[in-house]
């Protein structure tokens, strides 16, 4: 019985470290070509670690693109979007918790819907609403679009958290003389803390990530984001700039990663808090 | 682990609501207390950002009564970004009531993005792009017709066969002025090695040779060709050129029909029997772009790959010290040297309100001393004739002189003008062609697909 559970817990590490190489591969290869020279590329017999390793990517990839630029823009626009995503869905999420009628789940399942739409199909449509708001090339225009784009599933997610929080703390802040907005900031909000943290930061790397909307609606470099930048080390037939292109690219993964770093125990209990029913 | 979390998330919560609802006017106070420091940074917060966000938006144009182009280039590789970025400048410093921005572009998106441009009313109003890439454009009246401001110098230098590539329905809606061959580009140390005669432009290989002599360099784990074809269909109609292969032929009502006649079958058969039959060519890289099989080439792997002419770049940076390469014609047929080309193009929107101007500055970035910057700048060709002349692309260093050799036999790409076409390329063609090289299906079930299958999609686009 002992050696059975030994044997399976060994076999459940196995698969765990198995996956972690999985996950971990495409990141560490990439972190190897940005440090090997252009030659090296080239290498039929490639090797994890670079035989002569240079940083003349990086400086190339920064005298090629304003990636510095781009990477404030890019941070621009994903905190501000995934902070008015937040702040607009919170209460929203209390609304659709605590009152479960009709237009609860009339709006739940337009947030179901709204996850079905491609991009292609909004996209002119968006284009030319912002047009008319004077918010092409501008990134208010953007954040504008990635708070709408991140907030049907930044609600979903929030109305889960609001309803693992027993009704009841709300109930004694009522019998207090606290009313409905005060019960939500003061009692309610506290408590989803790590299911705001892990939203924002859903949010924050939709933004982050996102392609399409910003090659779309900005035009000028130096507001272009960092996704779109890094799109410019691939030229015809697919040709990319490799050693400069994966420079860039780990460049653009260390926000994402500091900012996982530090708010990764808020992110784990907010994950399951979701998920543990009252 | 879940009972923990409640009990830290129930006593965190416990103090903080103790705390607070003491007394109405001792929570009043004590909360007023607490969030004013945290208020005014939010607000500082808010305020910093909101001012930053002003600073980024857009900008206007045609003020002071001066006029600004937007020219969205494609340049992406730096020596090219650099000559166009010059360019501009020059102008710029010359013409003071003309400005043009510099608006970058990217090759691996434009089609969508210059899509929601044109439609929102929003695109630049010069715009650089690739001819097989106009056709949507043009017949959808977002480009302009050029027929009426493009300049007598250089409707005369750029030759009727270039102009071919930009031409839907009588009309011109672009200025083609790069283009690049597809050629071989050898291990020239293996090939002297193996004494086979080395094909020039007046005297290339043909079709059968290239097979023979292929088969003649493999063996060992070694290949005498590796084919780059996971875009399969551009490169096997435009080397078909060669050998007299249309596969869409238009008729006297003007819809096109697809036909796969012998003429068509030598090029995919040669590669095909390379593969399977001869061992010559290498399966592994049927899949692969022209970057992923470089390494095999370095490596000692392929004596031959047929590339863009531009690839030259990355040979250059990527090739081990003492590498030796050398450029090669691609394979002659019975129409010679001839294969198709879909050169990059300079348009302009239908909706720019200076058409004039626009066309102003691109007659000045096409004067033939600039078009040889911009060639060099992306290893390719110019298709202006005064350009081609210039001494710089007729040198032998990077073998800029064997594609330049090239230049004449280049034409129209044989389906760019297809309304379908891109259809038909992703949804019969190209799975078509991978099967059929790979050995999976045969040649009357290749032409079977490419025919039947191609006729119904090309007639739902020629009703």
Redesign the interface.
Known sequence: MMRTKKSARAAQYVALAAYLVFLAFPFAWLISTAFKP??E??????TWIPKDPTLDNFR?AF??QPLLQAMT?SL?VAV?AALVAVVIATPMAFVMARHRNRLAKAATGWVVISQAFPF?LI??PL??IL?NL???????GL?MVYVVWALPFALWMLVGYVRAVPPE?EE??SV???GKIRTLV??TA??LAPGIVATAMFAFITAWNE??FA??LL???E??TLP?IL????????????GPLAAAAFLATIPSLVIFALIQKRIT?GM??GA?KH | ??AR??TR?GT??GT??GT??GT?TGTRIGTRTRTRPRARLLAAAATA?GL??TG???GSEDTDGRITL?FQSLA???ES?DANKELVKEWNAAHPDVQV?Y??G????VH??L???F????A?DIIHD?SDDLADFAYGGYLADLRKLLPERMKSDIPQRSWDTATFDKGVYGVPFLQEPRVLIANAKWLKKSGVRIPTAEKPWTWPEFRKITKELSGDGKYGVAWPL??PVSATLNLSLSTGGQVFHRGADGKVKIRFDAADQVVPGTVRAQVNSDRSASSSTLGM???DT???F????YAMVPL?F??RQ?IV?????GFDWQVLPAPAGAEGLTQGVSPQTLSIAEDSPHKKEAMEFIDFLLQPENTVRLAQGDWMLPTGTEALKDPALHTDKNDWATGTALAAHLRSAPAQSVRGYPEWKDKVATPALQEYYSGAIDAAELRKRLVEDGNLVLARYQR
């Open positions: 252009t030659k590329l080239g290498s039929l017999h490639p190339q005298e090629e823009n621009l501000s292609v996209i002119i284009f030319l047009k004077h918010l092409i090339n501008s990134l208010p954040i703390l004694a802040a207090d003389g606290a003061s009692v506290p408590l392609f399409f090659l779309v035009k000028t470099p507001k272009q779109v799109n410019r080390f691939i030229g015809t037939e697919g040709v990319a700039d490799l209990g399951l808090a543990v | 682990m879940g979390l409640r998330t965190r919560i903080r609501t607070r609802t109405r950002l930053l966000l980024c938006s857009g937007q992406w590789q730096k970004v921005k608006v970058q990217s090759w691996d998106s969508d993005q899509l929601t441009s439609e929102g009313g929003e630049p690739a996971k875009e772009g022209g970057s470089l390494p095999g370095f490596g000692g792997k863009g531009s690839y990355q940076q990527q090739a081990p010290d």
